[in-house]
């Protein structure tokens, strides 16, 4: 089966088609880092596109650090999501709540994007990254303050993958990798316990199935709300954005938290 589907595809669709089957490939670890992918003919046979689509496919990941080629070698899985040595340095000039907000607008905005562009294989892939990551053994809670992959929920990773957005893929990556920089080390925590990271997944993946992107940024805002946060020097909670009562109680008339 190819990736174009049964009606002809633009070619801007085959690019961006390609590109998430190869993301996916590896986002999933169907890819593992440091192991060798298929060879171009073998891609072309696979994903059903002409050369030059694979290529650019390739040299797309390749500039986002996820896949390397070796002349002679063959071309190999670097990183499981995409890396920006300049965006990394870009993100010193700005301060650890400037950067949470940021991600939290760059989450948000992928879940909208995802109810529009996700396709059957994106659904399935975020129901079986959500049953994973069961009990929080995958996901940041655990290592947020660690020197280990944190902040690399694979859900997470899969849903801006099915936003079908190369530069939000890029730019979450790039904050993620910043959240994990030694300055901000003992600073981060997860509020949310493992039941309620299960409840925030498996309403994000009811919203985008369906494709109501209404209920999907609400859900994420609430998710995104507990989870990483800022902690004070006395180890307090720094809330992400500061609400009055009245704000608190019209969002929890939503019946996001149910």
Same mark, same amino acid.
């Given at each position: 089966?190819?990736?174009?589907?049964?009606?002809?595809?633009?070619?801007?669709?085959?690019?961006?088609?390609?590109?998430?089957?190869?993301?996916?490939?590896?986002?999933?670890?169907?890819?593992?880092?440091?192991?060798?992918?298929?060879?171009?003919?073998?891609?072309?046979?696979?994903?059903?596109?002409?050369?030059?689509?694979?290529?650019?496919?390739?040299?797309?990941?390749?500039?986002?650090?996820?896949?390397?080629?070796?002349?002679?070698?063959?071309?190999?899985?670097?990183?499981?999501?995409?890396?920006? /040595?300049?965006? &990394?340095?870009?993100? =010193? !000039? #700005?301060?650890?709540?400037?950067? *949470?907000?940021?991600?939290? %607008?760059?989450?948000?905005?992928?879940?909208?994007?995802?109810?529009?562009?996700?396709?059957?294989?994106?659904?399935?892939?975020?129901?079986?990254?959500?049953?994973?990551?069961?009990?929080?053994?995958?996901?940041?809670? /655990?290592?947020? &303050?660690?020197?280990? =992959? !944190? #902040?690399?929920?694979?859900?997470? *990773?899969?849903?801006?993958? %099915?936003?079908?957005?190369?530069?939000?893929?890029?730019?979450?990556?790039?904050?993620?990798?910043?959240?994990?920089?030694?300055?901000?080390?003992?600073?981060?925590?997860?509020?949310?316990?493992?039941?309620?990271?299960?409840?925030?997944?498996?309403?994000?993946?009811? !919203?985008?199935?369906?494709?109501?992107?209404?209920?999907?940024?609400?859900?994420?805002?609430?998710?995104?709300?507990?989870?990483?946060?800022?902690?004070?020097?006395?180890?307090?909670?720094?809330?992400?954005?500061?609400?009055?009562?009245?704000?608190?109680?019209?969002?929890?008339?939503?019946?996001?938290?149910?």
């Amino acid at each position: 089966m190819t990736i174009t589907g049964a009606k002809m595809a633009t070619g801007s669709e085959r690019a961006r088609s390609s590109l998430s089957y190869l993301r996916r490939k590896i986002t999933t670890g169907e890819w593992a880092v440091g192991s060798r992918i298929p060879i171009e003919p073998e891609l072309v046979e696979q994903m059903g596109v002409g050369r030059s689509t694979v290529r650019e496919a390739v040299r797309s990941l390749a500039n986002m650090g996820m896949l390397e080629t070796l002349p002679g070698r063959g071309t190999f899985v670097r990183s499981a999501t995409p890396s920006s /040595a300049l965006l &990394n340095e870009f993100l =010193n !000039a #700005f301060t650890l709540e400037e950067i *949470l907000s940021y991600r939290r %607008a760059l989450e948000i905005e992928a879940a909208q994007q995802a109810t529009i562009h996700r396709t059957e294989e994106d659904i399935q892939a975020m129901i079986v990254a959500a049953e994973e990551e069961k009990g929080c053994s995958l996901c940041p809670i /655990a290592t947020a &303050n660690s020197a280990t =992959n !944190a #902040f690399e929920s694979k859900f997470h *990773l899969l849903m801006f993958d %099915a936003a079908k957005n190369r530069l939000l893929s890029a730019l979450y990556a790039g904050i993620n990798e910043q959240l994990r920089t030694p300055q901000h080390r003992g600073r981060l925590v997860n509020m949310a316990s493992a039941q309620e990271m299960e409840k925030y997944h498996a309403k994000l993946i009811d !919203a985008i199935q369906r494709q109501d992107f209404i209920d999907a940024v609400h859900v994420m805002a609430a998710h995104v709300d507990h989870d990483v946060v800022m902690v004070s020097e006395e180890q307090q909670i720094v809330p992400t954005l500061a609400r009055s009562d009245e704000q608190q109680q019209r969002i929890d008339d939503l019946g996001i938290d149910d």
